[in-house]
């Protein structure tokens, strides 16, 4: 993965996070130097996680949060100008 790009300096928004593919993506983005922000609704597993990957020496954060519901999105969201995404050809 790390030869098709660099995540190293990356902050990743990872939603259902506490179990499933949300999981699995959390471990190998952190383990590719991504700081992670875990966010599901099932705190105690998103915690689990975000341990783990510490453990391991990574960076991740556990965000309790219900997607479907679009205050509770906004509420831990920050507006940021959108970068352009360069093709490395």
């Given at each position: 993965m790390s030869d098709l790009f660099d995540v190293s300096k990356e902050i990743i928004l990872i939603t259902g996070a506490?179990?499933?593919l949300g999981r699995q993506?959390?471990?190998v983005l952190?383990?590719?130097g991504a700081?992670?922000?875990l966010a599901a609704r099932q705190t105690a597993k998103l915690?689990?996680?975000a341990d783990e990957i510490k453990a391991?020496?990574?960076r991740a954060a556990a965000v309790q949060i219900d997607v479907a519901i679009f205050p509770a999105l906004r509420k831990h969201?920050?507006?940021r100008?959108?970068?352009?995404?360069?093709s490395r050809s």
């Open positions: 506490s179990q499933g993506f959390a471990r952190a383990a590719h700081a992670v922000v915690k689990s996680l391991k020496g990574g969201s920050t507006p100008k959108p970068r352009s995404v360069r």
